[in-house]
């Protein structure tokens, strides 16, 4: 679907406002975190039209630094990634569901993950995304529970590539869960199966 320049717009300020509100959520137990080490959060980047929406963990060092999602050395694999089926990141939108950097790159915990999440929901629904590739088991567990997959129990071992049809509030849309790229980082075998996964965006966006 093709949106016209006010449309566009619209979908901007309604980001605005969201980042406006991850920035000023001193509520958030990673905000004293974010302040103590002049962090930024990461609200997320791309094409506010995106067809495909890749939803990773959380920000990393090299993330919290710049402002930006996926910057540092599992960005470059992602890009690489994304390179291999004809995309970039302009063609595309990149965001976490925790959008402040945890300590040390710890797993988020669980009210993390619900004090974040609204911010993802709300992100999902104003750029309508057809297919959303989830990194790593935090995203894929969060989004297949979010839309009632029956599945959101079961490893990423079992789940990343498969594709999921479901209802978003704006229409039909796929989920596919992918491994997260840092993984791939230390085992050849991992980015092998990345590749793969890959192919299957590739063939649901026609690129």
């Known amino acids: 679907m093709k949106y016209s320049s006010k449309e566009t717009a619209e979908k901007t300020e309604m980001l605005r406002v969201v980042r406006d509100e991850?920035?000023?959520?001193?509520?958030?137990?990673?905000?004293?975190?974010?302040?103590?080490?002049?962090?930024?959060?990461?609200?997320?980047?791309?094409?506010?039209?995106?067809?495909?929406?890749?939803?990773?963990?959380?920000?990393?060092?090299?993330?919290?630094?710049?402002?930006?999602?996926?910057?540092?050395?599992?960005?470059k694999i992602l890009d690489s990634l994304m390179d291999s089926i004809g995309l970039t990141r302009e063609k595309v939108y990149i965001t976490n569901i925790i959008k402040d950097r945890p300590p040390e790159n710890r797993d988020p915990f669980p009210d993390e993950i619900a004090l974040y999440a609204p911010f993802l929901d709300k992100q999902i629904d104003i750029i309508e995304p057809k297919v959303i590739a989830t990194l790593?088991?935090?995203?894929?567990?969060?989004?297949?529970?979010?839309?009632?997959?029956?599945?959101?129990?079961?490893?990423?071992?079992?789940?990343?590539?498969?594709?999921?049809?479901?209802?978003?509030?704006?229409?039909?849309?796929?989920?596919?869960?992918?491994?997260?790229?840092?993984?791939?980082?230390?085992n050849r075998a991992t980015l092998e199966e990345l590749k793969k996964d890959f192919l299957v965006l590739k063939t649901l966006l026609g690129t």
Do not use: W
């Not at 094409?47 to 495909?52: G, I, M, P, Q, W």
């Not at 990343?160 to 479901?166: E, N």
């Not at 509030?169 to 989920?175: D, E, L, P, S, W």
């Open 22 to 75: 991850v920035f000023n959520l001193k509520t958030s137990p990673l905000y004293e975190y974010r302040e103590k080490n002049h962090y930024h959060p990461v609200i997320g980047e791309g094409d506010h039209d995106a067809a495909l929406m890749f939803i990773g963990e959380a920000p990393g060092r090299n993330e919290a630094e710049k402002g930006r999602p996926f910057c540092g050395a599992s960005g």
């Open 136 to 186: 790593g088991r935090f995203s894929m567990r969060y989004i297949l529970q979010k839309f009632n997959i029956p599945e959101s129990g079961q490893s990423i071992s079992s789940l990343h590539g498969k594709v999921f049809d479901t209802e978003a509030r704006y229409g039909k849309i796929k989920i596919v869960p992918q491994y997260h790229p840092a993984a791939s980082i230390y």
